[in-house]
């Protein structure tokens, strides 16, 4: 990651009050597109991830050690993959890895709906500590390019205001969606969508397809909903030095690749193996020198 050259931030020069400097921003075309994506943005992933603990407790059944340790899980991938990341961000642009981290992260919160669907309980645990680890990771993304990009697009000298404006629009959505969430609950709790595919023939009738939502499951689609939306208003978001979800896909493959690789199961036998090898040729030495002593001792005995 390259180190940000430390730069005197010039004295905004521009007349008006606080609401006139809140205002400027939104006059912008392209940093407005910037905040509608924000916004939608914090409103969708917050309208279901605060429910995630009631989902996991209440409608899995799970107890607090379990969600916990999802939780680590999570925040060990968002470690892991921060710097690849940033490395990804200065080497292309912040709206490429928008582009492939949140689309990530939507897709992970969709998915949580399988946790309600598989009734194998160690493929269901497995299920979901598969898509914490993503999440972690997609929200390390999301969470820098975010940051990053606000702080880009704001003119010089003036991105006090700027990201004042980001910031009151992205904390009132992020505070809404679960107010919002916790209104439609007991609406929720009292229905159920179903949907069946069968298949008749002679021989009998087959159902192939079985998808129940119910209670927290519709959290979880609506939020992915709005996150289509999101990305949508992410479109609209011009950024200098943005390439391609392919490429950055390609990058974040090779990178992930070499971090594997670090601690493949080799390195890690060599690392394991190399000190017991050492001990053992440590005693033999000490063996030999022993008795070596001790065949000097005998000869130096008087008869």
């Known amino acids: ?64 050690t379990v969600v916990m340790s999802l939780s680590i899980a999570s925040q060990v991938a968002n470690a892991i993959t921060l710097r690849n990341w940033g490395a990804a961000a200065d080497r292309f642009a912040n709206k490429s890895v928008l582009l492939v981290a949140a689309p990530l992260y939507i897709m992970c919160i969709a998915a949580m709906i399988g946790g309600s669907q598989i009734a194998d309980d160690r493929l269901r645990l497995a299920w979901l500590a598969g898509l914490h680890l993503l999440m972690g990771a997609a929200v390390a993304g999301v969470t820098l390019a975010t940051a990053n990009i606000a702080l880009k697009l704001s003119p010089r000298g003036e991105a006090a205001s700027y990201l004042a404006a980001s910031a009151v629009v992205t904390a009132l959505a992020a505070g809404s969606a679960p107010i919002l969430g916790g209104m439609l609950a007991d609406f929720f709790a009292a229905r159920e969508l179903e949907l069946v595919g069968r298949w008749t023939n002679p021989e009998g ?22 996150g289509l939306y999101a990305l949508h208003r992410l479109g609209f978001v011009r950024e200098a030095g943005e390439v391609g979800r392919d490429e950055i896909v390609r990058h974040m493959l090779r990178e992930t690749r070499g971090t594997i690789h670090n601690f493949s199961t080799v390195t890690g036998l060599k690392a394991l193996t190399a000190v017991p090898s050492s001990l053992v040729r440590e005693l033999r ?14 000869a130096r005995a008087p008869n």
């Open 1 to 64: 990651m390259r180190a940000c050259p430390n730069r005197a931030c010039p004295i905004s020069q521009a007349p008006g009050g606080l609401a006139e400097q809140l205002r400027r921003p939104l006059g912008d075309g392209n940093f407005r597109q910037l905040i509608l994506f924000l916004g939608t943005w914090q409103f969708a992933i917050n309208f279901a991830t605060p429910f995630f603990t009631v989902y996991l407790v209440r409608q899995l059944g799970y107890d607090m």
């Open 205 to 226: 009738v087959y159902t192939y397809l079985s998808l129940a939502l119910s209670n927290w499951d519709f959290y979880f689609l609506l939020s992915a909903l709005f």
């Open 285 to 298: 030495v000490r063996r030999r020198y022993r008795r070596l002593q001790a065949s000097r001792s005998s």
